[in-house]
């Protein structure tokens, strides 16, 4: 049973330019979560995805945007990258959206901007 | 103020060892919380899972929770070097529809000494 994948492992980027991180949900889940983690700190809430549509998001400028594909993947999209979005960012997928359900992270992408 | 409060460590113990990790918080709709284990350069891995106070086991590991203090710890029995890594503790609200955002403590960093 393949838990949750992302890709790429590591991106590197340089500050302006754009980016698109990708998740695979583990199987029978149709929530995924994106989560930014800073280095030394506990990741950080982005948004939610449920039924193709953004249901919750966290503090993060409208620079970050998501997706999520009928297959229930997803996608992390990042415009306008500054030095300050240097960060782990994982994925988590849950079955269903309701408070109890438990989240599953995959590895994350290393993100770099330089 | 920060939601979750957790002590950064690195909390260093001997193999077989006792380990006591703990995270405080103030938001009081908070009911369900949990623990993850996050090694170097990968994504969180749930290990405990518990809805509103009391004590949990599995295995060499217990949590517990005390709502009236607003404060939850994880327990490690017989610590093994493999136990070496960040634990993260991670809360929500109350089950809805709206979705289920984790709020994390910034994570506490363990090294067991063989």
């Known amino acids: 049973d393949a838990g949750v994948t992302q890709s790429p492992t590591h991106l590197i980027k340089t500050r302006g330019q754009q980016v698109t991180l990708r998740c695979s949900p583990k199987?029978?889940?149709?929530?995924v979560s994106w989560y930014q983690q800073a280095l030394g700190q506990g990741p950080q809430f982005i948004f939610q995805y449920y039924e193709e549509e953004e249901r919750q998001r966290g503090n993060f400028p409208d620079r970050f945007s998501g997706h999520q594909f009928p297959n229930y993947s997803s996608e992390l999209n990042v415009n306008a990258l500054l030095l300050g979005d240097s960060a782990l960012y994982l994925c988590?997928?849950?079955?269903?959206?309701?408070?109890?359900?438990?989240?599953?992270f995959g590895s994350g992408t290393q993100l770099s901007v330089l | 103020q920060k939601e979750v409060e957790q002590d950064p460590g690195p909390l260093s113990v001997p193999e077989g060892a006792i380990v006591s990790l703990n995270c405080t918080y103030s938001n009081s709709a908070f009911q369900y919380f949990m623990w993850y284990r996050q090694y170097s350069r990968k994504g969180p891995e749930l290990l405990m899972y518990?809805?509103?106070?009391g004590n949990k086991e599995d295995g060499r590991f217990t949590a517990q929770v005390d709502k009236s203090s607003k404060y939850i710890s994880l327990f490690i029995r017989d610590s093994q070097p493999s136990d070496s890594a960040t634990y993260l503790c991670a809360m929500s609200e109350r089950p809805n529809n709206a979705g289920n955002m984790l709020t994390f403590g910034g994570g506490t960093r363990l090294m067991v000494k063989p």
């Open positions: 199987s029978g889940h149709d929530t």
């Open positions: 518990t809805y509103s106070s």
């Open positions: 988590a997928s849950s079955q269903g959206i309701r408070t109890n359900e438990k989240l599953f």
